[in-house]
């Protein structure tokens, strides 16, 4: 498809278990951008790559959320050892170049249930 | 830092009616912003976006937006409201400086439902 694809679109899972969410971007889209979108905290910014590297990680929630990308191309964000905190909708976003002034082209996310 | 404000949480508006949600935003400097809408279920779709130039931004689905620097505003506006324009919307600017590289910043939403 021409759009951002991420799977799974749900998933549950037990508290301490750790989750893998996976996003393939535009292609050709050199920038990756993860967001969670929680009901007390709106939408925060997680991570951004350009192409595989990813510059800032000081977004990231706590040490057990991790991410990488791939070939320039598919990202990965891990949770370890998931908290009932950490349920939310997982957004991935790519724009061309990772410039303010780029749109944002949005994936319909993972809603991640930890019970 | 730069933070994005919608005061609104929640809009009731008729079928037909017009719309505004409003949004301030927070940045010395030309700031670089969009609109979005998010469906149940969906994702974010770009409605319209501001960067510079004419101050009065058309975008998709008959909705416009206007950048006013004096109020540091950028509402989105709609002169008549149908049943699929419920959704939730979001206003955002792109983040600047200080190491930043694009990511956005978001409103709180404003969810907007619509009485046929």
């Known amino acids: 498809g021409a759009g951002v694809s991420q799977s799974p679109s749900n998933k549950v899972t037990e508290k301490g278990k750790d989750v893998e969410l996976r996003c393939d971007p535009i292609?050709?889209?050199?920038?990756l951008y993860w967001y969670r979108q929680s009901l007390g905290q709106g939408l925060e910014f997680l991570i951004y790559f350009q192409g595989n590297s990813a510059p800032d990680k000081s977004g990231l929630p706590s040490d057990r959320f991790s991410a990488e990308r791939t070939g320039g191309s598919v990202s990965t964000l891990t949770i370890q050892r998931t908290q009932q905190e950490d349920s939310a909708v997982y957004l991935c976003?790519?724009?061309?170049?990772?410039?303010?002034?780029?749109?944002?082209?949005f994936g319909d996310g993972t809603r991640l249930s930890i019970l | 830092a730069q933070s994005v404000t919608q005061p609104d949480i929640h809009i009731t508006v008729s079928e037909g009616a017009s719309l505004e949600l409003r949004c301030n935003y927070s940045y010395g400097a030309t700031p670089y912003l969009f609109w979005y809408v998010q469906s149940p279920g969906q994702g974010l779709q770009l409605l319209l976006k501001y960067f510079s130039g004419d101050t009065l931004v058309q975008g998709i689905k008959g909705f416009e937006a206007e950048f006013k620097r004096s109020q540091s505003s950028f509402n989105l506006r709609k002169p008549s409201v149908h049943w699929s324009d419920a959704a939730e919307y979001f206003c955002a600017v792109g983040a600047q400086g200080g190491g930043s590289q694009g990511n956005l910043i978001f409103g709180k939403g404003t969810k907007l439902s619509v009485k046929p």
């Open positions: 292609s050709g889209h050199t920038a």
């Open positions: 976003a790519s724009s061309l170049v990772p410039n303010p002034n780029q749109p944002q082209h």
